[in-house]
């Protein structure tokens, strides 16, 4: 089975992908992680797709799907992947398709987490997390404590980190994004049936809650 976890930044794809991943062992394709690892070296290409993330904008689908291409090949994981932060536009919806039925796959289901806007920008703009198991924390809903490490028993003590482009500003632009160019493709999956709405407004557990019926019918 593969899945689409599906909303706009702040929903809780990540988060609910670490739930899949724990539980059902599947493989969390995430191409934000995928990138934010490219920006470790200090080359022309990582300097340049820091200036797009940290703008809100997308970047190329050339680079994106050459990175997705390189995973849907893998054996490994072949079936049981959770396709986390793509497709992000209608051209990466179609190339994905076209991956996916030349390596003898397909998507299973679209899970949609909806989530007022207006609760978006706080929990992106208070999101931090552990450097090393990358539990989420949240400045404004849940803070981790007056100090700023992570609470977990595997790393207590290891410290918290913001990503760079997770400040009210860019929040604003990447929300436009999404509306622009990620939310029709919603359309397009609908049109084939498998899109599952979750109201991803609801406690973690609960949403998790929620994912695990869907999945359970697969
Ligand atoms: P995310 O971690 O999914 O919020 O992605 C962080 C940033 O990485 C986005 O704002 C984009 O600049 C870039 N990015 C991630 N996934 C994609 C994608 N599928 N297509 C284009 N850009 C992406």
Redesign the pocket.
């Known amino acids: 089975m593969n899945l689409i976890i599906f909303g706009p930044?702040g929903a809780g794809?990540?988060t609910q992908s670490s739930f899949l991943v724990k539980r059902k062992k599947m493989f969390q394709l995430?191409?934000?992680?995928?990138?934010?690892n490219e920006l470790s070296s200090a080359s022309d290409l990582s300097r340049k797709?820091k200036e797009?993330?940290?703008?809100?904008?997308?970047?190329?689908?050339d680079?994106?799907n050459d990175l997705?291409e390189k995973k849907i090949s893998d054996p490994e994981i072949k079936n049981n992947i959770i396709f986390?932060?793509?497709?992000?536009?209608i051209d990466?919806a179609k190339s994905l398709d076209k991956m996916l039925y030349k390596y003898k796959q397909k998507i299973s289901k679209v899970i949609n987490l909806e989530v007022d806007y207006s609760i978006l920008i706080k929990r992106i703009s208070g999101r931090v997390s552990c450097s090393i198991c990358k539990k989420p924390f949240n400045e404004y809903f849940d803070p981790p404590g007056k100090d700023t490490y992570c609470t977990s028993k595997e790393c207590f003590r290891r410290e918290l980190v913001k990503?760079s482009?997770d400040n009210e500003n860019?929040v604003t632009?990447?929300l436009k994004?999404y509306d622009e160019q990620t939310l029709p493709i919603l359309k397009y999956y609908r049109y084939k049936g498998i899109v599952k709405d979750v109201d991803a407004m609801k406690s973690i557990n609960e949403v998790t809650d929620q994912i695990s019926g869907i999945i359970s019918d697969i």
């Open positions: 930044p794809k990540g995430s191409t934000g992680d995928l990138l934010r797709l797009i993330m940290d703008s809100g904008k997308l970047v190329s689908d680079i994106i997705i986390d932060g793509f497709p992000r536009n990466q990503r482009d860019t632009s990447r994004t």
